[in-house]
Each structure stands twice: as C-alpha cells, then as structure tokens.
C-alpha cells in the first residue's frame, strides 16, 4: 500500500515480506491515478475504457505513474477535499479498493470514489 500527500508525493508505504517487486509501483499507480484524475482509479478506468489513446497519453503524460484499474482511491478532509490518495496492490483490483478503503477508515479520514 502507497499513500500520497495532495501533490503527489509518497508519505507512506508499506509492503508485506516476499512482496513481488511490481507491487509498490503498482499501487503507487493506481494513487496517482485517482490523485491525477480526481476520481478513483477504477472510475478512471471505466470511463475512459472507450477512449485507448486518452488513457495511453496520460500514462506517457505521467511517465509511466499511472494504473488506472480499482485499487486507487482519494482520501478527502472534513470538508470532503482531496488531501491525497492511497493504493494497493496484491489481491484482485477490488478486493485492493476494498483494503484501502478500510485503511482510510481506520485512520478515521474519509474516502471519495468519484467527484463531489
């Protein structure tokens, strides 16, 4: 699991031992993703499924920092504003979004899927 702060930057991370080595940039991808996009990466993904040369240039745009499958997911303020965003890589996509989603509630912030 990554964590972001609002511009982009890791302020946490943590991986299990014997983790594959394409996990942490995996997960780093899909915060940067739903940072980058303002809506989950998941929500990225799936509305932009149609549009292959959008979703290439924004990962070319990102060099490379840009997965936009479930698992990224924004991490909002009282005043439900983006202040950064987290990601996971290791199980299926949404069993990820789910783990994320469970540790932005246990830090007692709040979590946004798609745009307010």
């Known amino acids: ?9 890791v302020i946490a991370a943590e991986r299990e031992d014997g983790c594959a080595p394409l996990r942490y940039p995996v997960a780093q991808g899909k915060a940067f993703a739903a940072l980058g996009n303002g809506a989950s990466s998941g929500v990225v993904g799936t509305r932009n499924a149609e549009r292959p040369a959008f979703l290439a240039s924004v990962a070319a745009a990102s060099d490379g920092h840009f997965i936009p499958v479930p698992g990224g997911v924004l991490i909002l303020d009282t005043q439900q504003f983006v202040i950064g965003a987290a990601g996971a890589s ?20 709040a979590y946004g899927l798609e745009p307010a």
């Open 1 to 9: 699991m990554v964590v972001l702060d609002g511009g982009g930057h």
């Open 90 to 109: 290791g199980a299926s996509s949404n069993d990820d979004e789910a783990a994320v989603i469970a540790g932005i509630e246990a830090a007692g912030l």
